[in-house]
């Protein structure tokens, strides 16, 4: 129901956009979460957003860096990622949330019901 896309290989200092198409059913008052994992560590928080309300969140290794977006018509969220360093390398995994109620919970994999199934991201120096 999600499938996320737009990874690649990127130098240091460019850009992608990630996409996470939601299909089957909508979104619309879950929280929509990006997050990483890089190879022997743990899956982490990037960015997160409230569909209803566009409201945004982010953990400070990306503040400043990374986007997230949605689009109603498309049923589609995006994730934005300039200035790209090294250390950004990771599967990109997108995911859908519905009973996420403060933003300390978005930062928890476990929270959310629904993922897509990852996007390889490679930043090389």
């Known amino acids: 129901q999600l499938q996320a896309s737009g990874g690649g290989l990127v130098q240091a200092g460019g850009s992608l956009r990630l996409s996470c198409a939601a299909s089957?059913?909508?979104?619309?008052?879950?929280?929509m979460g990006w997050f990483r994992q890089a190879p022997g560590k743990e899956r982490e928080f990037v960015a997160a957003?409230?569909?209803?309300?566009?409201?945004?969140y982010y953990p400070d290794s990306v503040k400043g860096r990374f986007t997230v977006s949605r689009d109603n018509a498309k049923n589609t969220v995006y994730l934005q990622m300039n200035s790209l360093k090294p250390e950004d390398t990771a599967v990109y995994y997108c995911?859908?949330?519905?009973?996420?109620?403060?933003?300390?919970?978005?930062?928890?994999?476990?929270?959310?019901?629904?993922w897509g199934q990852g996007t390889q991201v490679t930043v090389s120096s």
């Open positions: 957003i409230r569909w209803s309300s566009g409201s945004q």
């Open positions: 089957g059913r909508t979104f619309t008052g879950y929280v």
């Open positions: 995911a859908a949330g519905g009973r996420l109620y403060s933003a300390s919970s978005y930062y928890n994999p476990h929270e959310y019901e629904y």
